[in-house]
Structures are given as structure tokens and as C-alpha cells.
């Protein structure tokens, strides 16, 4: 995919100068965006204006049985993540690498990995509290525009309108 591409998953959202999907038997292990890869996620339901974030000269989502099992960014990579615990804000952390590694388990973000060149800080709830979005990495997007797959004529009882 060219000409600044945008994939979805869920509540993420990838772009990149150039994103390359391997789909082995038309079954996708992974995607990889190239150049000025930038990651977007949206999981705060009730704080939708954070924004978890990730970026690097490259970004690989590896996919198994149509679950993301990790994310790998590398090259200068800067991550940008908002706490929570047992639902409440918990402030965000900020990390810039060669590398960062998320690991999943069953869908979510397990474990963070962060490797060579690491430098970090965590701004607590009181300063984040707020200006969540005064929290943005170089080259944040979030578009509102995603697709929606049109639904079968012959299942009215999903389409708009019908009840």
C-alpha cells in the first residue's frame, strides 16, 4: 500500500510512508508499515482524547490465528502511553529506543520491552490531568474516517433503518 496508507485494527490505527501486508495462503501473519511509521491506538473509552502512540523508521504487527501477538517498532522509536489501574488515569509514560517491543496475551498488551538507548519519564495523573492533548509524539494522526464495510442486502435486520 502507497500514497500515505492508513490499517485499522480495532482501535488502532497504522500509517506509514509505505505498508506491506504477509498474508502466506491468504492468511495474514503480518503487516508492516516502512517509513515514518507511526501507530495510533484509542482505548480509553471514557477519555477518548488519549492517545497511546508509537513510532520508528518501521513498525511490524506479527499476527497469529487473527490475533496481534507483538508489535515491533525500530529506529529511533518514541512511545507515548496513558496508565490506567482498575480503570482510573494514572498518568502517562514516555520512552524513546532503538527498539520497543509490546508483547500481547490474549489480544491486550501484556508487556513492554524497550531496547538500546533508552531514555524515559512518567508524568503522574496530577500533571497529565487536563492536557491529555498536549501529549502528542511527531507525526500524530488520528483519523475519524475509518471505513465501514457496507453490510449484505440480504441481512436487513443489521442494516440502518430497519427497525
Request: net charge negative; charged share 25%; proline share 7%.
Amino acid at each position: 500500500l502507497h500514497r500515505k496508507p492508513v490499517v485499522w485494527s480495532d482501535s488502532t490505527m497504522l500509517i506509514a510512508d509505505t505498508i506491506n501486508l504477509v498474508a502466506p495462503d491468504r492468511i495474514v501473519r503480518s503487516i508492516v508499515g516502512a517509513g515514518n511509521a507511526f501507530m495510533t491506538s484509542r482505548t480509553d473509552t471514557v477519555r477518548p482524547d488519549r492517545f497511546d502512540q508509537l513510532r520508528g523508521d518501521a513498525i511490524v504487527f506479527t499476527i497469529d490465528q487473527d490475533t496481534v501477538r507483538m508489535v515491533k517498532a525500530v529506529g529511533n522509536t518514541q512511545s507515548l502511553y496513558f496508565g490506567t489501574d482498575d480503570g482510573e488515569p494514572q498518568g502517562l509514560a514516555q520512552f524513546a529506543s532503538d527498539t520497543t517491543k509490546i508483547l500481547f496475551v490474549q489480544g491486550a498488551p501484556d508487556d513492554v520491552i524497550w531496547l538500546g538507548g533508552i531514555r524515559g519519564e512518567h508524568h503522574p495523573e496530577s500533571v497529565v490531568a487536563g492536557k491529555p492533548t498536549t501529549y502528542r509524539l511527531p507525526g500524530f494522526l488520528w483519523r475519524d474516517d475509518r471505513p465501514v464495510r457496507a453490510l449484505p442486502p440480504d441481512i436487513p435486520f443489521l442494516r440502518t433503518g430497519s427497525m
